[in-house]
């Protein structure tokens, strides 16, 4: 059997077959790509991309019928849309189900499961997740199913997408161990958390599994430092108090101290990308990309990543995930209120709970 997380296992030779859909191959069935003319003649970049997805239009990325393993999902949209609906990235929504169930396993704007928050891309580069100018969105989530895997993308824009570009990269193959769990992602978002109460970054879920990763977009809404909040994890029929609770925002985030450096006496933040930790976006910071939030009516927004790869979070039969709004000045630590939009990436056994309604596309723009 293959080890689908050992770089190593690839000078294994096994006998798995490698496809890929995309536009020029919907279907990823062997010898079917490129089959479209151009001006420049047959299998000569005839069918690049997905061309036009109205308002409401879904659209099939994949179709694709087991066993097998998706090993990684590019795509790149279009910038081509007016600046009123420039919170495209939101506005798309990314669906996958397994083994043709009827409530999808992953649900989330477009951008944030890249860990794209509040509507525009940065630069990412972790190791599941790694985004690259100008706007190449790239997953390397290990995707198993047995039977099929469907992945729909909806267009919630008020203005038709003029082109979509991506690509699915699978493998299949019988070897799929018995115990092994499908991939889960969700979005959730409180556009102003609730004063002294947790907010919630994943609840109802029922039976055994693994969350492997968090990616948090929050943009501040009152003053001082704002990450003195602690993850909470609770385990297997935990009630009032967690079995894992940490220590603060930016301790969970691999950082420390504020993400602190001082120059010429002034402190200021400073952002960073890792393979499993990362602050790759500071909206008030030079971050040196084309975006909307260097304005200064809007509230400072930063985006953050964890993957549990080489610790991830066992559970049995359930599991919640929560994060404090906490702050301090210099009174001391106080409870405060904060714009937080957050994904969850797990895997369990089906099936799965039905996640709650996905918000109004207006309500998942950033303030």
Not at 181 to 187: E, I, M, V
Not at 280 to 296: L, R, V
Not at 349 to 360: D, I, R, S, T, Y
Request: contains cysteine; glycine residues 8%; charged residues 20%.
């Amino acid at each position: 059997m293959m080890n689908w997380f050992d770089m190593g296992s690839v000078a294994v030779i096994s006998h798995t077959k490698s496809r890929a859909v995309n536009a020029e191959n919907p279907t990823g069935e062997k010898g079917k790509g490129g089959m479209t003319s151009s001006v420049l003649g047959p299998s000569r970049k005839g069918s690049p991309c997905i061309e036009k997805i109205a308002p409401g239009e879904i659209k099939v990325l994949a179709d694709i019928k087991g066993p097998g393993v998706i090993r990684h999902i590019w795509a790149t949209v279009t910038d081509k849309i007016s600046p009123a609906n420039r919170f495209l990235l939101r506005d798309l929504v990314l669906r996958i189900y397994w083994d043709g169930e009827k409530t999808p396993s992953v649900e989330c704007p477009l951008g944030d499961f890249f860990c794209c928050g509040f509507g525009t891309t940065y630069f990412v580069n972790s190791m599941p997740v790694v985004v690259l100018p100008r706007g190449g969105m790239n997953c390397y989530f290990v995707m198993p199913f047995r039977n099929q895997a469907t992945i729909t993308l909806e267009n919630q824009n008020t203005e038709t997408v003029p082109s979509f570009f991506y690509q699915i990269d699978y493998s299949l193959s019988d070897d799929i161990p018995e115990n092994t769990g499908y991939f889960h992602a969700q979005w959730r978002r409180s556009k102003i958390t609730e004063l002294a109460r947790d907010y919630v970054i994943l609840d109802d879920v029922r039976g055994s599994g693994n969350y492997i990763g968090t990616f948090l977009a929050i943009s501040t809404l009152e003053r001082y430092w704002w990450g003195e909040g602690e993850m909470k994890f609770y385990l297997d029929g935990d009630d009032q108090y967690p079995t894992i609770c940490g220590t603060g925002t930016e301790d969970y985030f691999g950082g420390a101290w504020s993400f602190a450096r001082f120059e010429d006496g002034k402190m200021s933040e400073q952002t960073y990308n890792t393979p499993f930790l990362g602050y790759p976006f500071y909206s008030k910071a030079d971050t040196g990309i084309q975006n909307n939030y260097h304005n200064d009516d809007c509230p400072p927004m930063r985006a953050f990543y964890r993957f549990h790869y080489l610790d991830p979070i066992h559970f049995e039969t359930d599991i919640r995930v929560t994060l404090q709004q906490i702050g301090s000045c210099h009174a001391g630590i106080f409870e405060r209120q904060d714009d937080i939009a957050s994904v969850a990436y797990w895997y369990q056994v089906e099936p799965h709970m039905k996640f709650q309604k996905l918000a109004a596309p207006k309500d998942r723009w950033p303030r």
